[in-house]
């Protein structure tokens, strides 16, 4: 009988800590939709992946590569005017930044948790309530912390879709 109580240990842990406020999935988003709305970049920027902040370095890189005046169009779409001085020091970190803050989504990005399912012990879908439908957002278990996945990110998805 003893035996059977330490193995069910662990499944009744989960079940209490998942009806008592959620999932470190769940609140991962919820860090990260706070932090976007109370426009804290240098915060959101720490609770997203390193492949999600490697894909914003990586675009920097290709901005640099083109240079200046070759990329200022594409980059003024992407994140606002700036000057050469500015471009040069720009980085993942700085784009995101700007990205982000010139973005109205991102700054509604939903709190209202619809579901969360594990795909497998590092990988959670956390389906949030949007005014366009659900929104599916990927979050990653990297060195023991859940952080959002940016690389894997659709839009949401038609109510009826």
Same mark, same amino acid.
């Given at each position: 009988?003893?035996?059977?109580?330490?193995?069910?240990?662990?499944?009744?842990?989960?079940?209490?800590?998942?009806?008592?406020?959620?999932?470190?999935?769940? $609140?991962?988003?919820?860090?990260?939709?706070?932090?976007?709305?109370?426009?804290?970049?240098?915060?959101?920027?720490?609770?997203? @992946?390193?492949?999600?902040?490697?894909?914003?370095?990586?675009?920097?890189?290709?901005?640099? &590569?083109? +240079?200046?005046?070759?990329?200022?169009?594409?980059?003024?779409?992407?994140?606002?005017?700036?000057? =050469?001085?500015?471009?040069?020091?720009?980085? +993942?970190?700085?784009?995101?930044?700007?990205?982000?803050? $010139?973005?109205? @989504?991102? &700054?509604?990005?939903?709190?209202?948790?619809?579901?969360?399912?594990?795909?497998?012990? @590092?990988?959670?879908?956390?389906?949030?309530? @949007?005014? =366009?439908?659900?929104?599916?957002?990927?979050?990653?278990?990297? =060195?023991?912390?859940?952080?959002?996945?940016?690389?894997?990110?659709?839009?949401?998805? +038609?109510?009826?879709?």
């Amino acid at each position: 009988m003893r035996t059977a109580w330490i193995l069910l240990l662990p499944a009744a842990c989960a079940l209490i800590t998942a009806s008592c406020g959620g999932s470190d999935a769940s $609140r991962a988003v919820e860090r990260f939709a706070d932090a976007l709305a109370d426009s804290s970049y240098d915060e959101a920027w720490q609770l997203v @992946t390193p492949s999600s902040r490697q894909l914003y370095d990586s675009t920097v890189v290709i901005l640099h &590569h083109f +240079g200046y005046a070759e990329a200022l169009t594409p980059l003024t779409e992407l994140a606002g005017e700036m000057t =050469e001085e500015e471009f040069q020091a720009l980085d +993942g970190r700085r784009l995101f930044s700007l990205m982000v803050a $010139r973005s109205e @989504t991102a &700054h509604a990005l939903s709190t209202s948790i619809r579901s969360v399912t594990y795909r497998d012990s @590092t990988l959670a879908v956390v389906v949030v309530r @949007t005014g =366009e439908g659900p929104q599916e957002v990927p979050v990653r278990l990297v =060195e023991g912390a859940w952080l959002v996945d940016l690389t894997g990110l659709a839009p949401p998805a +038609g109510e009826g879709e």
